[in-house]
């Protein structure tokens, strides 16, 4: 599959009127192959690691027993492999929550049931280290992607057996980690407390990051809290890992940590399969603590 574009022709997906009609039907956003990700069922596991930079790709893919690229279109980037024996896919979603709503949306359409998103935050209690992890539990809908699908006043919730397999895994694998609340910002600069262009400042941009950190928010990334909420409106598994590159309150800032946070991602679906063999022979609908792994 190609995001390729016919230099001479207007792009078919954007409803040009020169398109040749025998396209008209890959236009349709209902396509079993998605509209944007471009993947069939076939093409994908069940449980899908979601990081924003389509880069980030082959650093997760290196970790793996063995991989394939299954489909490339504009930000959306996604490969399928094995981790320690498990099916596991990866799909990019760009930056921000809009985008990787459409990740979740056409994915949950080919079967996907469980994700995990991988990335990097800006951790905002001063406790925390650049390179540590953070799992999320919950998020602060400061996005306005989920909006769209629920009331704002509903919470956006990471399951509990996706967290509890991200603990498991960085636990195994001994990186350091926090578990919390995370906010979701719909913009990198005025949304996070950032002066914009010029020194421009959003009104309360200033007291944003303190606010947060007195309320024991954790981090800030910008796509988590629209994954967590769709997930949980449809009835899937979604959770966060994210790796701390800054610290707003020390002024610290390296890109640390990228490589755990996908390791404890990948390792995390290894032991969601093993949760629900458990499940099945006890048959449980949910994974708790009285079941081995």
Known sequence: MTDEIDADGPDSRSGGTDAPAADAESEDPNDEAGYHVEVAPEDVADAVLLPGNPERVDKITALWDGHEEVARHREYRTATGTYDGAPISVTSTGIGSPSAAIAVEELARVGVDTFIRVGSCGAIQPEMDVGDLVITTGAVRQEGTSDEYVREDYPATADGEVVSALVAAAERLGHDYHTGVTMSADSFYAGQGRPGFEGFEAAGS????????????????????????????????????????ANRVTGE????GESRAAETASLA??????????????????????LSL
């Open 206 to 245: 200033d007291e944003l990051v303190a606010e947060l950190r007195d309320a024991n928010v954790k981090n800030i990334e910008m796509e988590a809290s629209a994954i967590l909420t769709i997930a949980s409106v449809y009835g899937l598994r979604a959770g966060a890992v994210c790796s701390v590159y």
């Open 253 to 256: 800032f390296r890109t640390e």
């Open 269 to 290: 679906v290894k032991l969601l399969a093993r949760m629900d063999e458990v499940k099945r022979e006890a048959g449980a609908d949910r994974w708790h603590a009285g």
